[in-house]
């Protein structure tokens, strides 16, 4: 795979490499993507083969006009509008019952589709050079750590896509906030850089919590985005506690600073969640690769401005802890 300085005869490039069927990385504020054309559903076969994705989870279309809503979904709530009239582009992906021109491959043959605009440059300007809806998922291998850069798509995906387009590092550095408005009610699928608090702002209560019937979404799965090395989930300041006894390699993934006494690898998280969230995967992904028997990862607060991290942090630790994996 490429890694391509995003200039106008790149991004060019990559619009013909879509149109033709082909795959393409891009950076947006979140993480990067992997895009197909979305209407193609050959295209998206070779998506979900490219992810190692199994074929029944939906992925999310990008847009780069809310005037692509009309085509995408058969009926457009209020509240849908003024969400992505306050939030597009930016990381609020909208979940709408879908028209019948989505191809089933996006929608995982559910009777709903994910919307997003994004906000990074880049993306703005493959969509206008590709000139349709992106289906696009972060563009890691299923299960895996999203990537916040461009050699982070290529240490993933290698050569199952021509090109990724480098934007930098993500600015967000989180998937995008999910709401699923297509049952009437406004349910978080998935925390994000848009919290609670700026949902309750526009619409004047908080979303509801998804119930047993919510729709498949592999965000929801309580294992994702998950390092290969057993990582585990300890409270706060609970690492040396954390730590059986002999020779282990051990990371840590903390708030706090590194005690002089550690020996092992240590990263520490900024204090505002904003930029907790902005590095938080870089630090699992070099901890991944650290050659450690085993991550130990401090808790974070639990307040609305920490629940993405949060919810990723729970995730990421999640295997460990259900099948007793790892020291
Ligand atoms: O920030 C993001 O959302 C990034 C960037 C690339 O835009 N994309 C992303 O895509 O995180 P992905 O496929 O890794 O995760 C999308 C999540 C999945 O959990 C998927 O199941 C859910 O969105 N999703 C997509 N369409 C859905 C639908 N119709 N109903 C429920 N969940 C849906
Ligand atoms: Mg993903």
Redesign the pocket.
Known sequence: MAILAPTRDNIERAATVLERGGLVAFP?E?????AADAFDSDALTRLFAAKG?PQN????V?VDATSWLERLVSEIPAEARALAALFWPG?L?L?LE?STQVPDA???G?E???V?M?RHPVASQLLRAFGGPLA?????RFGRV?PTTASHVLEELGERAAMVLDGGPSE?G???T?L?L?GGEVVL??P?AVTEDDIHKVLGRRPARPGVS???????LASHYAPRTPTRLVPRGGHARAVPSGDLRLGVLSLGSEPISFRGLWKQLPARPEAAGKCLYAALRDLDNGGLDLIVVEEVPLTPSWAAVHDRIAKATAASRQQGEGP
């Open positions: 947006t979140t993480v990067y993507g992997l994705r989870h939906p992925v999310i990008h990381p992906t979940v879908r996006v929608t995982g559910q709903t589709v994910g997003r994004p696009a998922p972060s563009a890691n999203s967000v989180l998937e995008s999910i699923d297509s699928l998935r994000g919510s729709p498949r979404s592999p965000g929801r």
